[in-house]
Nanobody, 115 residues
Framework: QVHLVESGGTLVQPGGSLRLSCAAS????????MRWYRQAPGKERELVAT????????NYADSVKGRFTISRDNRNNMVYLQMNGLKPEDTAVYYC????????WGQGTQVTVSS
């Protein structure tokens, strides 16, 4: 059974940094690409970042390029999102996700960027 648990979200001031973590279990983690999505109030869920199964290639939404970094630890079944230069418009619930026949989601972690 696929299980994804995000953590690390909190209230942070504009310009600050956060590192989100996602613990994965129930599947062969190293065989699958992983993604981070986010959903702001009243908006659709959007793809933020993708990392390939071995971690050799990453892609980012234009809105976060140069500020966010996705990484993974295949030994410990973890995926991370390092977020720097946070802006109020980054406020959202952040989800990690894997597509394995169907797309699986974690419960999400709230990131609020506000002074």
């Amino acid at each position: 059974q696929v299980h994804l648990v995000e953590s690390g979200g909190t209230l942070v001031q504009p310009g600050g940094s956060l590192r989100l973590s996602c613990a994965a279990s129930g599947f062969t983690f190293s065989a699958y690409a992983m993604r981070w999505y986010r959903q702001a109030p009243g908006k659709e869920r959007e793809l933020v970042a993708t990392i390939t199964s071995a971690g050799g290639s990453m892609n980012y939404a234009d809105s976060v390029k140069g500020r966010f970094t996705i990484s993974r630890d295949n030994r410990n079944n973890m995926v991370y999102l390092q977020m720097n230069g946070l802006k109020p418009e980054d406020t959202a619930v952040y989800y990690c996700s894997v597509h394995r026949a169907v797309r699986y989601w974690g419960q999400g972690t709230q990131v609020t960027v506000s002074s």
